[in-house]
């Protein structure tokens, strides 16, 4: 079946490097990839979401390739924010009502 | 826009107890769902329900049960409460599994 890996529970970094979380992914069909954010005490809502037409879609300075060569789906910023430290989810669309979903990584963004 | 109101936010149950949670939308989506949410496990779906009166079995719906009284409600109900239980639920809804919106959580506290 589907499935969506993201390998790393927890990313550290200092304010200012770059960041890029990892999210590879099965499916037997060319689904729709998402990455979510959860801060801390709050519910999680959508980052960003992959397009058909090979777009880059952009979010508040995060961007994500969706590869399809490689299955990847991997979340990146050039800079990272210290109100960028939160959970993070990365999520395919089975194309009927569920999502399946990755494990998440914990980014913490130390000053 | 919309929202997803859970209630309670904190639910506190004795062992073998029956507990519900309650969540509603006005989003007017058609589907909706219920998640449990354990730390580094990831988001994993108990029930959901694509339209009124419809109830689709998650990957975790045992010891769960679910009602979708209405379009705009849908509530969870732990059977018999546990101590290893205790976790966040989240409810959320969406058209079919494009952008889920989520509610802040209902966190189950078993004595």
């Known amino acids: 079946g589907d499935s969506v890996t993201q390998t790393e529970g927890l990313v550290t970094l200092t304010e200012g490097l770059p960041v890029m979380l990892n999210c590879t992914y099965q499916?037997?069909?060319?689904?729709?990839l998402f990455w979510y954010v959860q801060h801390l005490n709050e519910a999680p809502k959508l980052l960003l979401k992959s397009f058909t037409d090979n777009k880059r879609p952009e979010h508040q300075g995060f961007h994500a390739t969706l590869h399809k060569s490689s299955s990847s789906f991997h979340l990146q910023k050039s800079s990272a924010q210290l109100s960028d430290s939160a959970l993070y989810y990365c999520?395919?669309?089975?194309?009927?009502?569920?999502?399946?979903w990755g494990s998440g990584t914990k980014l913490i963004i130390k000053p | 826009g919309g929202i997803i109101t859970q209630t309670p936010k904190f639910l506190i149950g004795q062992e073998g107890q029956k507990l519900t949670l309650k969540c509603q939308q006005n989003f007017n989506h058609d589907t909706m769902y219920w998640y449990r949410q354990d730390s580094g496990k990831g988001l994993r779906l108990i029930y959901y329900s694509i339209t009124e009166n419809d109830l689709q079995k998650g990957d975790l719906s045992e010891g769960y049960d679910a009602s979708r009284e209405k379009k705009s409600s849908f509530s969870l109900t732990v059977t018999s409460a546990q101590k290893n239980e205790m976790a966040v639920f989240l409810c959320?809804?969406?058209?079919?599994?494009?952008?889920?919106?989520f509610g802040e959580g209902s966190r189950l506290i078993v004595v």
């Open positions: 959320a809804s969406s058209i079919r599994a494009d952008t889920l919106y």
């Open positions: 999520a395919l669309s089975d194309s009927n009502y569920q999502l399946i």
């Open positions: 499916s037997t069909y060319s689904p729709f």
